[in-house]
C-alpha cells in the first residue's frame, strides 16, 4: 500500500540553526508533495507544495526538496526561531481527490 | 477570502450517544469536503470526503457516516459512539482542480466516556 513515513522522534536544535525533517515514500510516485505545519489543539496549515519535475522549492525561511530517486522529500527552515516549534506534515497527491498524510514530525527550537 | 468553521470546538460524550459534527465553509464555491480523525501521536485519518452535494465517499468502515446536505456544508455523525471514536476531528476543503491543498477547520476534541 501507499505510505508516507516522517521521522516520529522529535528533532530539537538550537536557535539559528537550520532545521532538516525527512519524508519517505514508498511504493508508489506521487506527482505532489506537500508540507504542513500543525500547533497542539489546532488544524493543519498548508505551507509549500513541491512537483515531481521541481528539484527544489523555497518561501521566505522554508526549502523543499524532491528527490524521485531516493524517493524522499526534505524540508528545511533555515535560521530558525523557536516560534517555529510545531509538528510539520508532509504528504502526497497522487492525482484525483485524495491526499495521504504522514504521522509528523515535532520539532523544538530552543531559544 | 476563504473561511472554514466547525462546531463544537470540544465535546464530551457516553458511549452508545449519538453524535453530528458541522463544518462549514465560507468564500468557495463547489469545494471538495474531507473529514479526517486523528489519534494522538498520529498522522491523520481521512474517514470521508465529498465532490459535490449528496456525494460521499467513504474511506473506512465503521459506525461513523458523512452527509453533505449543501454545497458548503459538511456533517459527520454516528448513531452510538464507541470508546474508539474519541480523537481529533477535522475538516478540511479543496479547490476542484488545484493540486489538492488543503485547508482545515479548527477542529473537534470528542473523547467519548
Known amino acids: 500500500s501507499q505510505k508516507i513515513e516522517q521521522n516520529s522522534e522529535a528533532l530539537n536544535i538550537q536557535e539559528g540553526k537550520t532545521a532538516t525533517l525527512t519524508c519517505n515514500y514508498t511504493?508508489?510516485?506521487?506527482?505532489?508533495l506537500q508540507w504542513y505545519r500543525q500547533d497542539p489543539g489546532r488544524g493543519p496549515v498548508f505551507l509549500l507544495l513541491?512537483?515531481?519535475?521541481?528539484k527544489e522549492k523555497r518561501k521566505e525561511r522554508l526549502k523543499v526538496t524532491f528527490d524521485t530517486t531516493l524517493k524522499q522529500s526534505l524540508f528545511h527552515i533555515t535560521a530558525s526561531q523557536p516560534a517555529d516549534s510545531a509538528t510539520y506534515l508532509c504528504?502526497?497527491?497522487?492525482?484525483?481527490?485524495?491526499?495521504?498524510f504522514g504521522a509528523g514530525t515535532r520539532l523544538f527550537v530552543k531559544a | 477570502s476563504q473561511t472554514i468553521h466547525q462546531w463544537p470546538a470540544t465535546l464530551v460524550q457516553p458511549v452508545g450517544s449519538p453524535l453530528s459534527l458541522e463544518c462549514t465553509v465560507e468564500?468557495?464555491?463547489?469545494?471538495?469536503l474531507y473529514w479526517y480523525r486523528q489519534a494522538a501521536g498520529r498522522g491523520l485519518q481521512l474517514l470521508f470526503y465529498?465532490?459535490?452535494?449528496?456525494?460521499i465517499s467513504s474511506e473506512v468502515p465503521q459506525n461513523l457516516s458523512a452527509s453533505r446536505p449543501q454545497d458548503r456544508q459538511f456533517i459527520l455523525s454516528s448513531k452510538k459512539l464507541l470508546l474508539s471514536d474519541s480523537g481529533f476531528y477535522l475538516c478540511?476543503?479543496?479547490?476542484?482542480?488545484?493540486?489538492?491543498?488543503?485547508?482545515f477547520g479548527p477542529g473537534t476534541r470528542l473523547t467519548v466516556l
Open positions: 511504493n508508489y510516485s506521487p506527482a505532489y
Open positions: 504528504a502526497s497527491f497522487t492525482g484525483g481527490f485524495k491526499t495521504i
Open positions: 465529498s465532490v459535490g452535494i449528496g456525494q
Open positions: 513541491i512537483r515531481e519535475n521541481e
Open positions: 468564500g468557495t464555491s463547489n469545494p471538495n
Open positions: 478540511a476543503w479543496a479547490l476542484t482542480g488545484s493540486y489538492n491543498e488543503q485547508f
